[in-house]
């Protein structure tokens, strides 16, 4: 791997995980915190990208996971999220 590659990977990876976060921060403050996964998917295809580049994995089924995942874990991040707010709304 060259030390190119492995720049390129890991400035795709901040751009999508930065990206991904602004993305859904505003979603969830503008009330659309239903159609913020969605939103990820772009965000996830970066961040797949980038992770294809520095590992060597293959590009199109890195980027097809990274779409998948990326908003799967932002729907349980959120879900974690409104629990907490709940209960400590409860006490």
Do not use: N
Not at 1 to 11: L, Q, R
Not at 35 to 64: E, Y
Request: cysteine-free; proline content about 4%.
């Amino acid at each position: 791997m060259d030390p190119v590659s492995i720049a390129v990977g890991a400035a795709l990876l901040l751009l999508g995980a930065v990206g991904a976060t602004v993305s859904q921060r505003g979603m969830e403050q503008r009330g659309r915190a239903t159609l913020a996964p969605l939103s990820l998917v772009p965000f996830g295809i970066l961040m797949g990208a980038g992770a294809a580049m520095i590992r060597g994995w293959d590009l199109w089924v890195s980027m097809a996971v990274g779409a998948v995942v990326v908003p799967v874990v932002g729907v349980i991040g959120r879900m974690i999220e409104v629990r907490r707010r709940r209960r400590q709304s409860g006490q």
